[in-house]
């Protein structure tokens, strides 16, 4: 279900291979490094991104007004960030894991009541079940492994705008391991600006 509140929380190896690159640096004061994705051991899979569920808002300005709105907003920006910076994965956007769903209700839930934002605890090392089970199930409908969850996402208000805080976990559908995790955060002018920012700093440019 997703959590709108309106007036009113680092990286784990997948083999040696999917080390995270040097932290990068994220805009904004109290900001901390957050960890990159390196997308080489990724590069040419299929990586299902589950739908943004857990959305905290802090009277901020500039973000739809309905539950599905924002929803389909954040994921849109989300996913187009993973697009354009990552083009090496075949990544599953949201839209696509519904439709596939949709065609074998019997297999899992929605794509958004799977309760991934239970990945939003640093703490989590393993994937609980009953998500387990069905990151397994998409993982064999989407022809898959590694699964990206965006598992939550923070907007607070700050004198210089807005700030974005992320939740990104990438699980392992095989073993049920959390293979990467990072949180980074942005500030910008806008709500879309600064979680737009947040995530390209997960995939920073290689030259």
């Known amino acids: 279900m997703i959590q709108l509140i309106r007036g009113t929380c680092c990286a784990a190896l997948f083999g040696a291979a999917l080390g995270c690159a040097a932290p990068i640096a994220v805009v904004g004061q109290d900001a901390k490094p957050a960890a990159a994705l390196n997308v080489t051991a ?3 899979q299929r990586v299902p991104v589950l739908p943004i569920t857990y959305i905290l808002a802090d009277s901020v300005v500039g973000l739809p007004t309905s539950h599905a709105e924002v929803v389909a907003w954040a994921d849109s920006i989300v996913g187009e960030a993973f697009e354009i910076r990552g083009p090496e ?9 519904r439709t596939a769903v949709r065609r074998a209700p019997s ?3 929605p794509p958004d009541k799977l309760g991934q934002a239970v990945l939003r605890s640093a703490r ?17 409908l989407t022809n898959s492994r590694m699964i990206m969850v965006p598992a939550a996402v923070r907007f607070t208000n700050v004198p210089e705008g807005v700030q974005a805080e992320v939740d990104f976990v990438l699980a392992d559908a095989r073993n049920g391991s959390v293979a990467w995790r990072s949180r980074p955060t942005a500030v910008a002018a806008t ?3 600064a979680l737009r920012l947040a995530t390209g700093y997960l995939l920073p440019d290689v030259r």
């Open 42 to 44: 990724l590069s040419g």
């Open 89 to 97: 994965v075949q990544w599953v956007l949201p839209p696509a894991l």
């Open 107 to 109: 297999m899992l839930p």
């Open 124 to 140: 989590l090392d393993r994937v609980p079940d009953p998500l387990r089970v069905h990151l397994r199930a998409l993982a064999a």
């Open 191 to 193: 709500p879309g600006e």
